[in-house]
């Protein structure tokens, strides 16, 4: 049996975890834990606090809602706050609720089963039939102002058929699980942390300072509670909620009224088993007492309403054989191990293929083919691996090794030091073209302009492009006849593509996409080696003596420059007339090894341009000023970065001063 301190000490522990993983979840949209082990958690904190009341405070995450306005947007009270619901986990959990209920003295009450849509809280609120404010549920009394991005949702009516004086809503905004698979697709292309689910990709779509990108991600919504209404009154929630729906309101598909608890837990059983089928995540079902007079009488706890619970889906585990392991090569040449399995029925569907993450992760969980495996579906997409069952092995199972080349390609496999991932070396391989084309054409590469991630989708599907050297094949008959071109168009991205063949070296340096090789060290290497030819004959230990060149590095352009893909799609860039040498005008060494901080607004240069201007010079720009900042460049309207340095006795040099050192 437990101590008394050491209970105090996992009820301490269990705050601070539940702490960290609401602000994770909540805040930062970037959760480490999934929902199943989340609430479980909370279980635990929950009934040791009713078995030792003398441990619980007020403050606890079981009390409060974990969200927070960020100061990013402008705070909103809510005028009715949006609470939480308390979680029911089993048949006893929801016949406990029904008693509660019952031994409240309410008879003759019903209840209305929802779907639980995975997505983000939100308050909608109308003024004489006008929007006129959204907001994030924050920590149910304070969320964030997040209107101009609602209106970019389809689904957010922008005026309602009744011109009530006052209505507010409340609702879940979501993103579809196709929606979700096209972003993550792009996420890896661009080389950005894929989000980790449907909830948190909707999360941090919405909370975006650019509506722009709120726009573009193509969110949805469904409303599933009125929270208050001046110049109409309802007696239940089913007329609300049919009252919203005709007014415009995208509401629960299934809303329907039962008289019993056994009724309730069958719906919300029918509702699991068809969870897979839905366009969109549901984590749950929730059941509510329908009639507004009964909730009323019913009341709320500092956290929840007593007159709903949300009935949560468990992760379900199951076991079944690992029968092989197949190879996926993504859009950025990573290759990611997926697990074969013998079916299994899991989460309303069959499974085949499950996740295995990285190599690293087979090794350290041991996990061989030929294993009976446990497999998890909760809350992701695609189903995990979690474990090995050791008991269950025969001795006729096999490790398994990554392969030396690439499956679909066959170019050569590479894992740099200090990364999980394996990637292919081939830049013409058909699985990561589109993000190397992407890259190739960008600003900071070639910068042709006129060359966007959709255009070059068009081009790839119409077969016009499949490296990067056929950019250089195309005409103005190519492109003209396309979706959304036309002559005028179609010659100016021509145009385009011709003076992007004047570039110096290190922009095609760059261009090519080497692993760890950004635009500072292109223009290094390519001003040390003069030309293609030099560079691709270059040595580990040449490129290693090379000053911010380390050995990782060199490696990496070492392997590149290997692969007769490298070669091949070199020689096509040659051929096509793309400049293979260094032409940059040489500059002074005048801010050799200075570092500058570059604050304020500048009248002469914007921030790219000056730089440029340090860096050619020999110096480099930090985004921090420290005792090792040798000067601040401050423009007009500088701030704390000023105050900084001034405090530090670093050098500030103004525009017109760091024009004079450049003269000099």
Known sequence: MLETNEIKARIEQLREEIFYHNDKYYNQDLPEIDDFLYDNLVRELKELEEKYPEFAVLDSPVNVVGGVASSLFTPVVHRVPLKSLEDAFSYSDLMAFDNRIKNSGISDFEYIVELKIDGLSVSLEYENGAFVRGATRGDGVVGEDVTQNLLEISDVPKHIKTPLPYLSVRGEVYMSREVFKNLNEMQEI????????????????????????????????????????????????????????NEGFPVSIYYNAYKTIEEVYAQVQMLGEMREELPFEIDGAVVKINSFLHRERLGETIKHPKWAIAYKY??????????????????????????????????????????????????????????????????DIIPEVIQPVLEKRTGDETEFVMPDVCPVCGEAVLR??????????????????????????????????????????????????????????????????????????????????????????????????????????????????????????????????IFEIGGISAQSIVEFFKSEQTAHTINALKEAGVNMAYTLKEVSNLFENKTFVVTGTLESYTRDEVTKIIEDNGGKVSGSVSKKTDYVLAGAEAGSKLKKAQALSVEILSEEQFKTRLDQ
């Open 416 to 545: 740099i030091e200090g990364e999980a991932a394996y990637r292919c070396q081939g830049i013409e391989g058909p699985a990561q073209i589109f993000r190397n084309i992407t890259h190739f054409a960008s600003k900071d590469a070639m910068d042709i302009e006129g060359l966007g991630p959709q255009i070059i989708k068009l081009l790839s599907e119409h077969g016009l492009i499949k490296t990067v050297a056929d950019i250089y094949k195309l005409t103005v008959g190519d492109i003209e006849n396309l979706e959304r071109m036309g002559k005028k168009s179609a010659a100016n991205l021509i145009n385009s593509i011709e003076r992007s063949k004047e570039n110096d070296l290190s922009r095609l340096i760059f261009g090519l996409g080497i692993r760890q090789i950004g635009k500072k060290a292109s223009r290094i290497i390519a001003k040390n080696f003069g030309n293609m030819d030099r560079l691709m004959a270059a040595t580990v230990e040449e490129l290693s003596n």
């Open 190 to 245: 661009l080389e950005k942390r894929p989000f980790a689910n449907l909830r948190n990709a909707a999360a941090g779509s919405l909370r975006q300072k650019d509506s722009n990108i709120t726009k573009e991600r193509n969110l949805g919504l469904f409303v599933f509670n009125l929270q208050r209404c001046e110049g109409k009154s309802f007696d239940s929630h089913s007329e609300s909620l049919d009252f919203l729906k």
């Open 314 to 379: 468990p992760a379900e585990i199951k076991e079944t054989k690992l029968i092989g392991i197949s190879i996926q090569v993504g859009r950025t040449g990573v290759l990611t191990p997926n697990a074969e399995l013998e079916p299994v029925r899991i989460a309303g569907t069959t499974v085949r293929k499950a996740t295995l993450h990285n190599y690293d992760n087979i090794r350290d969980k041991d996990i061989r083919i030929g294993d009976i495996v446990k497999i998890r579906k909760a809350g």
